[in-house]
């Protein structure tokens, strides 16, 4: 992922051993067995480094007992699970991690060949995200606010900077009311499709109804930006298809990142604006 600020660092954990009651298997989870985990912890040290001050960095081995107690005090079928939940809840409890590789190890598995050892090796982390606010239906402000609320209560974001809300005319040629728009920032450990079934249902708990391309709506988030990724599907394509010629996009992203790059177009908000036609 892309990385905010000074180059991250690493602060490794190998081969943590755990003995635990995970497996597919009931007298797996029965009689329990060994575990290895192997964690980097992508964070900044120089701060603690410079200032030889552990509250200032994150403390390793409050991290090797959160895992050892994760893992004894949880019984999960599959170690895609037990480096899923663990990558999660260390990304949550420890805040200076920005990113992280987890790797759950389980060398007595049931195979029947002669083998090692198998594991499940994930990375995971905070995203940095920016998205569009839109509403010209009802109570506009409301339904913003609203939205931002709801995003702010869940566990997975860090919310960021919000722009003010910039009153604009409909984009699109359909005959409607003024638009309310704005732009947020904010950090999540959400998949790109992960957000996005969540802007729906924030849309949908608004009664937003998708009856009219570019037609009226009592709530419209986009992802705009999502890191610096480049992505296409079948319902989501990053950056945003048009952000780079809509003024009601830009003019709130340049008051919270003016100096952000578009990751195609290698201008900035900034400069992206200065050629947008306000009209």
């Not at 083998?115 to 995971?124: D, L, Y």
């Not at 609203?146 to 869940?154: F, P, T, V, Y």
């Not at 947020?184 to 009664?207: F, N, V, Y």
Request: hydrophobic share 35%; glycine share 8%; proline share 5%.
């Amino acid at each position: 992922m892309k990385t905010y600020g000074n180059p991250l660092d690493e602060i490794r954990i190998e081969n943590l051993k755990v003995f635990a009651h995970h497996g597919v298997y009931e007298e797996e989870n029965l009689r329990g067995q060994y575990f290895y985990v192997n964690t980097v912890l992508y964070t900044n040290t120089r701060p603690a480094g410079k200032a030889d001050d552990l509250t200032q960095s994150t403390n390793y081995g409050e991290v090797c007992h959160f895992i050892h107690d994760y893992m004894q005090n949880n019984t999960f079928k599959l170690i895609e699970t037990v480096a899923e939940g663990l990558a999660e809840e260390i990304l949550l409890r420890f805040p200076l991690v920005q990113s992280l590789d987890m790797e759950v190890c389980k060398p007595d598995a049931p195979v029947g060949l002669p083998f090692e050892s198998v594991s499940v090796k994930i990375h995971r982390g905070w995203h940095r995200v920016y998205i569009a606010l839109g509403s010209n239906m009802g109570d506009k402000e409301k339904y913003i606010t609203g939205a931002i609320e709801k995003l702010s209560g869940d566990k997975e974001v860090r919310m960021g900077k919000v722009s003010g809300l910039l009153v604009t005319k409909p984009y699109g040629g359909v005959e409607q009311d003024d638009f309310l728009n704005g732009v947020l920032q904010m950090d999540t450990l959400w998949s790109p499709g992960e957000l996005l079934a969540r802007l729906h249902e924030i849309e949908k708990e608004a009664d937003r109804r998708r009856e009219i391309h570019w037609g009226p709506r009592t709530l419209d988030l986009d992802i705009l930006l999502y890191d610096d990724l480049v992505y296409e599907d079948e319902e989501l394509i990053i950056p945003h298809v048009d952000m780079a010629n809509r003024y009601f996009v830009l003019k709130p992203l340049s008051e919270i990142a003016p100096n952000l790059r578009h990751p195609l177009l290698g201008r900035t908000v900034t400069e992206l604006l200065s050629g947008v036609d306000i009209s």
